[in-house]
Structures are given as C-alpha cells and as structure tokens.
C-alpha cells in the first residue's frame, strides 16, 4: 500500500564543484528531517552519506550515496505534537549526494539520469566554479529543473552578491533570489525571506528552531530592493501576474509560491536560496524549496522508452502504479554484507519482493529477492516499491548499469545512460601468486559497478591494463581492492589515452587472395578515408553500384575497419573522427567469403590511413589554478613548462585564480608540485576540455616509446 502521494514524492540530487559544501547540506538535511539524531562532519571524517572509508580519510564524496527523508513545509507552522496534521503534510524526498571531484562525473551523471530535480550547491566564496559549470551543463543535458544554494556565507571573503552575479554571468541569466543573507563572514546572522518579507534566525544547537522577526530596519530598503527584483522576474512568467503587476498592485505570497514553481518546472527561473549549512543557517527553507518548487514524478512528461528489437517504435510510461512497472538500474555496488545492491528507479507501475521481471538490454528474467530503501549504508526491507520510489535490489545476477527492468508482459527499452571514455590507464600486476585469481575477480566486480573503469589485455606484453576518469579515480579503485576484496597489486607509471585522427582525403585498395589447394580465398576493396569533424566518432558509407561487390559481404568489409580502428598506424592508439566509404572492388564466384572480405577490408583502411596524413591527438585538461598572489609567477612559469596556455587570471578575494589549458600528460603529480611551490596553500581542479594534435617532437617521442616509427 502505497504512504505518501506520489504528488508529494520528490526525487532530487545535491550536485556542485568539490568543496562547495553538498555532503554538510546533505548532513544538514539528514538531521532537520529526523533521519539522523547527530550531526556528521565532514571534517572530522562522521558524514552519514561519506561512508566509504577512502571518503572518510580525503574528506570528499567518491560514490552517490542515495537516502530517503520526510519533510513538512516549515512556512505550515506545524509543531511535532501535531503528528496527524504532519502525516497530511508530508514530502517524501529521495536524495541522491553527489561527488564533486571531476574524477568521479560519472556518478553525477548516472544520477542526474534518474532524477527530477537537482540543488546545486555554490560556494559563497568562490561563486560559479568550474565543476559547478560541468554539472549544470549535465543537469541541462538532462532538462532537470533546479535550485540554487550559494552556501558558506559565514566564510571570509563571501559575497552573495558576487557568487550570484558569477551564476548570471557564466552559467543563466534565469536565477532568481527567494532568500538573502543577513551578513556576512562572522556576521551572518540569519536570512529574509523574500516570500514572507521576513527576517529567518535558526536557534538552539544546530539551527533546529526557526524564529522568525520584523526585517530590521537597517535592511528594510535593501529587502524591499529584492523583493522588487523577484516579484518583477515572477510576474515576467505569467500572463495574469505581468497584468497585475503593471497596474501596480501587490503580488501575494500564496500568487507567486505556484507561479514560480511553474517557472521553475518548465526552466524558465531557477530560485537561489542563501545561507551557512556549517554554522546551520537556512538548510531547512532550502528544504522547502524543493517541496515548494521541485517537480513531482506526475509533474514531469511521461518517460519514452521504444520497443525491444526496434527503436523507431517508441513507447510511453506514465509516473502512474497502475501502468506496467518499469524502471532503470543506474548503479551497482559491491556490499560486504549482502553482496551485490542494485540501485533502481522505478518509472511506472509497481515492483513486489517475490516478482518476476524482465531485463530487457541482457535478455534475462530476473527474480526480485530483497527490495531495500536505503539510506547512505544503512538499509531497511520493504515489500513493494511505487512508481517514483529509488531503492536497491539485492542480488541480481545479469543486472547491468543503464539496464531496463520491466514487466515481462510489457516489455520496454529506457534511454540508456551514455558514459565518457576513460582518460588515463595503469599497467597492474598482483604482488603474490595468491593474488592474481582474486585479482580477476576484483577487477571484474570493479569494472560492473563503474562503466567508466575498463579492464583489458595488452594483446603483445600481456599486461593487464586498467583505466579510468583520472590518477585519483584509479587510485581509489586500486585502494578499494585492497580492502574490500584483500587483493595487494602495484601499479605502473599513468598512461594518457591518446587517440588518432588524419587531416587528409586518401584512397587506398586492399586485396586478400590466398590458394592452398580447394578452395581459396578472395576478397578485392578500393576505400577512400576523409577527416571528420572533432568529437563525431566513425561513419562507413556503402557507395557499391551494380554488385560489384555482393550485398552480404559488405558487413565483413565494415567489421575489418571497424577492428582496425582500435590500433592506429602512428602509435597504435585507436582512430577517431574518421569517415570510411567502400567505392570499389570485385569478387570471385567460389573464393570469395566474409573472412576474406574481413581482411581485405582491413588492409585496406590501415594503407588509407598511413596515405592521409595521420597525427596524434591527446586530451586537454581545462584547470584552474588558486594561489597567494606572491606565488603567482612561479605557478604561471610551471604551467608554461608544461605547454599550458593561459587563458585568463582574475582575482578571488585574496587569492589569484589561473585559467589554463594543459596536455593531461603534463599534470601527473602536479597537486606535490603544486603544494611545494605554494607553501601547502595552492590548490587546483581539472577536467577534460578537447583533444588537440600532439606536437611533432612530443608524437615523435612517443612512437619511439611504443617501438613505430613513423613512416616517411
């Protein structure tokens, strides 16, 4: 039987740049929405939803930790004692805690895929940082409506009013103030609410008991300002309210609470919220912001899926428990007790312990053991599961991250989340004989939780190689195997993955015949190779006319490509951005087969290639520098050793910040370097901007290094 209204679910992630403050948010959340009786932080390594204890040591979220709160309104004025009228009013939020580290994206992103809404955490110092723009450009990608919190406005240097300029500037001119600071630094005392015209003060230990007061006088006209600004972006929204404000009349609290939720809801304003989640100041109105302005699952479109086997017939599920179930698996988890958790979210319909159901991506019937309702480590049985509800299944066996789970009778395909490629790789080898089977097993379970970490084989040394989003991501991975599956390994040097590409037009014929008595082999091609533009992957057109070439080989001529793609001819890197167009070629009557096909096909792209003036390619990070202003010099001349380009530096408060444009294979043990240079007070982030051509002597050192040298 289903508790809360479905109207009153709400699904969201907290996402941000590292250090923003999401998993104190989070903490904050926990603790004013009962589900948690102390408060953990992150600092002193407590936090509920850093469980991991890698997370713990660095300080920083590695994994999404999922968790369920309930909550009332506090604007309701609802005491606990008045426990049937809370019932009435109660949210059920689902909340998904998100990393920052860049490393880790892969988890913002999954999450994003499976969530309505979103609060994107903004440090009251720095502003708009250069994660905070990669996960709104996500949050975007995925069309999610959200909020803003410019949080630690109790730190030196904060300014609400810089850190919401930076989120016009560089991210929407759509954000809206609900809430403003009272102070600033150690002088913030509170917040107005802009809604109510105000002043909100949080008493008692931890901020629990909320008063609120008169606007003091000092601040009356500066509120009034605000409110101005708010009504009047409101009001820009709606038809009636546009109207009413020109004629000059008051705009009401019960008018603009659902006009700017339907603002907020078809992404044309996004309410920024202000306060101290450290010192406990406004968590709980950025709670009612979610309730207020954050969709339900029944506010959003119905989710498109299409039919197993063929995409164009496309499918509709409402958030609705009578439709047939449907959901997504966006994670995995290894867990020590229960062994493998599955993380769902439930679309349509409803999911009972016991049931069957259909995965459609891996063509298998599941049967569904335990259901959980998790919270961060913590967990607690249910027997169903309702549409809009995130849980856990434990123990699916062929249960993937971005399959489709389903009713067998109502098969459906979800859009499936689409993942980065990894950036760097390590060479690995377990340090005992006794090691190297757990060492399979380990990488195995690793490699199914996070799609962005791959495994595979150098088919010449025979070395296990290993990759992933950065030297941190693999470095936690190589720490998890060494405490949850007690495999010891060492690990080689970081290696970039670097790519191929050709900036030229060549043709080139491939002809596979080969006569050992009987029957012989034959396959004849003529393929012309073009440069695509950048990030556009592989295309293979078919320009065969009259049969020169029967219809079933020409498969077997793109499958020969297709292999050949994944070793270049200048370094043996794999080729990107490349379109192949088989014009030419001829066949024999007996000799002919796919395999011969196959090779020839082969043989002739790798020739093509080599004629099209192929380069290498290799990833450029996009960092960003804080330091002293007395270190700036040594840290602009480091960067430019490593073949930086310097876009910009600006000042943030009393700190220098560079904006550059570095080769990741020159940033390997730059947060040592960095520190040392800097007296332990620099600190930088990172992530993928492009690839760009390697220059001549570096492309050079490295085809020595792999043994090719390039051909003349």
Known sequence: MR???????????????????KTTVSERILFYTGISHKIGEVHEGQAVMDWMEQERERGITITSAATTAFWVPTYLGLGAEQVDERKKNEYKINIIDTPGHIDFTVEVQRSLRVLDGAVVVFDGVAGVEPQSETVWRQADKFEVPRVCFINKLDRTGASFEKSLASIYERLTPNAVAVTIPIGHEQDHKGIIDLMRMKAVYFDGEHGEKIRLEDIPENLASYAKEWRTKMVEKIAETDDVLTEKYLEGKEITEPELRPALRRATLSYKLIPVFAGSALKNKAVQLVLDGVVDYLPSPIDLPPVEGFEPGDESKKLLRKADDSEPFSALAFKLQSDPYVGQLTFFRVYSGVLEAGSYVYNTIGDTKERIGRILRIHANSRDEVKDMYAGDIGAIVGLKNTKTGDTLCDPDNPIVLEKIDFPEPMVSVRIEPKTKADQEKMGLALKRLSEEDPTFRVETDQETLDVIISGMGELHLEVLVDRMRREFKVEANTGKPQVAFRETITAKAEAEGKYIKQSGGRGQYGHVRLRVEPLEAAQGFEFVNEIRGGVIPQEYIPAVEKGVKESLSRGVVAGF?????????Y??????????????????????????????????????KVE???????LGDVTGDLSSKRATIESMTDRYNLKVVDAKVPLSEMFGYVTNLRSMTQGRGTYTMEFSHYQQVPTNIAKQIQEARGMKKEE
Do not use: C, W
């Not at 508790?3 to 403050?21: C, L, N, V």
């Not at 794999?574 to 088989?582: G, M, N, T, Y």
């Open 625 to 631: 520098v804080l330091a002293p202003e007395n270190f």
């Open 574 to 582: 794999p080729i990107v951005d490349i379109k192949v167009a088989l």
């Open 584 to 621: 030419d070629g001829s066949y024999h009557d007996v000799d002919s087969s796919e395999v011969a096909f196959k090779i020839a096909g082969s043989m002739a792209f790798q020739e093509a290639a080599r004629r099209a003036k192929p380069v290498l390619l290799e990833p450029i990070m």
């Open 3 to 21: 508790q809360t209204p479905i109207e009153r679910i709400r699904d969201i992630g907290i996402i941000a740049h590292i250090d923003a403050g």
